[in-house]
């Protein structure tokens, strides 16, 4: 009987563990969808891709010459650079003109958007009039933005080993903007003009950058996200000493400093000009110096008052909550709460690896935005999941320091792909949610290094810094580098799922900036990737089954107009200058089903992809000529709040935002696309 007992005994044992087993694999396996709801969801998606233009006469390159100490690793320091913004360059009224930066090159080139109108030949952008080594310098990003206010839009390139440069673009000696329609075809490099954002040139190594009015005084600031130490010599290969890396793994308070730059005056006509001034002392050190990445503002309790987001490589992310003044900034962090089934890094301020990309929408349909970070996840050892963070609602909280946001990456499937930078959101079908998309990949080549950086992830903090310790990264050495980027579409479990592969964008990419914009101006959403070494495409969207939608031009009058309340008409502005994007206005749209839809003006979110500024919003199958409520508030040239309803039917409109009410304009009457005052 023992020996029974006991042979019994060890098959139980056995059953029983694979019983646990199984019922893990069960636990953590990710759910699926069916052959015939993931066919119908992608159908509703069609998508042809386009290379970006590129300029001859330049030998490509894949490597970056780098400091003399860091050429062991010269593969993981050139690692970043590529960038893309979709704008409206030219004035034609559409956002269809691209600036990117082709690291192969490291030109930043500016083109119509291919498979539009060719209204004008590529060119490059390059600070000839200042000073520029391109032996110890490079560009990592552009960012279009109207920074003097004069209805033309600039584009701001920031690098690595100088400070950003300001290419504004300059007006026709013989006219002024208020009475000038604009010929397309003239946009070329000799038309801006060069000037320094810092008086005096330093070296900074800047990986993002976005436009907001943080001091709400009504002119758009500059937020300046730096990486490597101010002044160090990383391009350079005849510097001495030794260069030094982030100091831990996780807590890494040793990059560059980040800069908040207050507008402070500008000129318009054939040789503008624009004044920043650096905020300085706002920020503490332990935010001021993370290695940041990527950077996103947007009004998250509704003041109007736009809070940043810094996501950090090697340490903490920093969410700050405005409570600034005019020419006052002040900044209080916030960091969300930890439970008992919560995770240390999945609390917000608390992760520890590397927040690559970030971005703002409402998948909850609570009409709060949630925030949508990028990271290293489901990479062997170094997992820690890309970030969901989700508004509970509990806006009080900001005000004692809590960032009222919980993960639900993995619930909502959007925790794990591969190694993540940019993240953008977009409703691509208009049916009224939101798509995701990520850029993934890091290094391609036929050399797995991944070993050797877990054996550098598991070393002792102090060493880091030190070059000498870090592992070989050369040219051929692979790291996550034959990925493709997520396209994440929401099923009706409301749960996202990856549909690259039965989208045809399953093409392995190195991928670090994503654009979004309808830059044909026929109502449904395009975007554009930025590629490390390698080319560069526009996705054109050719949905067959998309929705109705409204699109928004909100604009701010320039300073020398004089209105008589918010005027608007269907359609794009043209080819007419009637003001600068309003960023940081807030469009509600309240649908006949009781469910509301809200966005902001974007003024350059993420780490190196800007969409444009306009807004758009998919309808799913509403009438197209049904009147809906669209609430706006924004603030004015001086700063002052306003808010008013429009009734606006779907579809494109221009509104040129109310100036001259003094404080708080409140509508009390929703009005019309049959009002007088149209643009």
Known sequence: MSILAGFIQQHVKRLLAIAVILGLFGFTRLPALSATEQAAIADRFDFSSLPLPELKGQSPRFVRAVHPSLERHSAWISSVGASVAL?????????????????????????????????YQPFKLEPTALSYNPATMAPMGCLPGDLNEDGLMDILV???????????????????????????????????????????????????????????????????????????????????????????????YNGGHNRLMLWAGATIGAEPTVRFQEAKGVLDESVARGWTLAVGTADLDGDLLPEIYFANDFGPDRLLHNRSKPGELQFALLEGKKTLTTPNSKVLGHDGFKGMGVDFGDVNEDGLLDIYVSNIAAEYALEESHFLFVSTGELDRMSKGVAPYIDRSEPLGLSRSGWGWETKFGDFDNDG????????????GTVNRWPELHELAMGNDELLKLPGVWPRFQPGDDLSGHQH????????????????????????????????????GDGDLDFAVANQWEPSYLYRNESPQAGTFLGLHLLLPLHSQQLSGTSFRPGHPGTETLGRPAIGATATVYLPDGRRLVAQVDGG??????????????????ERDIQMPVELHWRDLEGQVHQETLQLTPGWHTVLLDTNAVGSSLATEPRTSSAKGQV
């Open 87 to 119: 704008n409206d360059l030219d004035g034609d009224g559409l956002s269809n003109d691209v600036c990117y930066v082709d690291t192969r090159t490291d030109r930043v080139i500016v083109a119509s958007v291919p498979g539009t109108t060719n209204r």
């Open 485 to 520: 980027n997520p396209f994440f579409v929401r099923a009706s479990n409301g749960r996202y799922y990856d549909l690259a592969k039965e989208l045809g964008l399953d093409k392995p990419q190195v991928t670090r900036g994503i654009a979004t914009a309808d830059v044909d």
């Open 605 to 622: 979110n993420g780490h190196s992809g800007a969409r444009s500024p306009d807004l758009h919003f998919g309808l799913g199958q509403l």
């Open 158 to 252: 920031y690098y690595w080993g100088r400070t950003p440069i300001a290419f504004l673009h300059a007006q026709a000696e013989a006219n002024t903007v208020e009475t000038t329609s604009r010929d397309v075809s003239t946009l070329n490099s000799n038309i801006y003009v060069q000037r320094e954002i810092v008086p005096k040139q330093q070296r900074w190594y800047t990986n993002a950058a976005t436009f907001a009015d943080l001091d709400g005084d009504g002119h758009p600031d500059l937020i300046v996200g730096n990486y490597f130490q101010d002044d160090a010599e990383i391009l350079n290969v005849n510097a001495t000493g030794v260069e030094s890396m982030q100091h831990s793994m996780t807590r890494a």
């Open 433 to 444: 949610g939101l798509e995701a998309l990520q850029a993934t990949g890091f290094a391609k």
